[in-house]
């Protein structure tokens, strides 16, 4: 490259956390801008709609007479907004219980968090622990109970050093004795997740495709069946060598030139869930 001086000239400008801007004027006959941005795909979070939690209120739910919740409403709410479908909702005592699989959020104190603001909306005050079981395929897998007091202290910031993960205490699922008012059970439902996996460059210059159908799940009133994996795969193999026998006594090279293979795979698994 030609050339004209000896000197370069720039200038970078840091325009925050985000990125800068520089400019430079290089061997005495080019201008060069340039822009460099930053950024940390760790802290990027996806954009969310999502529905607000519950307000907490410090008093309890005052009914009617002999008025009470809808539990047929609260059960809606528990699927919508903590994201536990499925669910039943039994009372006993001072106690009130949600049993359901969680669907919406990874995070388990989002959505204890949620499930706890709603039932403190609807329970009066004789309501002293609200327990929250999570299932998996109908079986119960952990059980959470939430002390309310100290919930709804920590949930409007009551002491500097409270917080709502101090309401938690995790244990074993215990067999429910309460009386069952509600649950968001569908009588027939059904679902599939079609999926394909691909494989491309392999050292025997593969192409794999893996093009599933799983699972399907039809659930009724008293069981649950799902279908498991119904799946076609597809490979080429463009040469393979194979060497057979002692290599001391026999060399013998067997090729084989663009072979495809196909295979369909289908396998079924019945599961069975009385829904009690």
Not at 67 to 72: D, K, L, S, V, Y
Request: charge should be negative.
């Amino acid at each position: 490259m030609t050339q004209h001086t000896r000197w370069n000239f720039g200038a970078n400008y840091r325009m925050g956390d985000w990125g800068d801007v520089k400019v430079s004027y290089q061997r005495g006959n080019t201008l060069t801008l340039g822009v460099n941005v930053y950024t940390n795909f760790d802290d990027i979070e996806m954009p969310r709609r999502d529905q607000p939690r519950k307000a907490v209120v410090m008093e309890p739910a005052n009914f009617e007479g002999n008025e009470g919740p809808n539990w047929r409403i609260v059960s809606q709410e528990i699927e919508s907004n903590a994201g536990y479908e499925r669910n039943t909702i039994t009372t006993e005592d001072t106690v009130i219980t949600i049993t359901g699989e969680q669907k919406k959020y990874r995070d388990r104190g989002e959505a204890l968090d949620r499930t706890a603001a709603i039932l403190h909306e609807v329970s009066g005050e004789s309501v002293k622990e609200f327990r929250v079981i999570e299932q998996r395929n109908g079986m119960d897998m952990k059980e959470t109970s939430i002390d309310r007091n100290t919930y709804v202290n920590a949930a409007n910031f009551m002491s500097i050093d409270s917080d709502i993960s101090d309401a938690y205490q995790s244990t074993e699922p215990r067999t429910q004795k309460g009386k069952e008012v509600a649950n968001s059970k569908q009588r027939w439902d059904y679902n599939f997740s079609p999926t394909l996996k691909q494989s491309l460059g392999g050292p025997e210059a593969f192409y794999l495709y893996h093009l599933a159908l799983m699972p399907i799940r039809i659930s009724g009133l008293l069981i649950s069946w799902s279908l498991v994996d119904l799946s076609t795969s597809t490979y080429s193999i463009t040469t393979i060598n194979l060497i057979t026998g002692p290599i001391a006594q026999n060399l013998h090279m067997f090729e084989m030139n663009r072979h495809r293979a196909c295979e369909l795979c289908l396998e079924a698994m019945c599961m069975i869930t009385l829904f009690v």
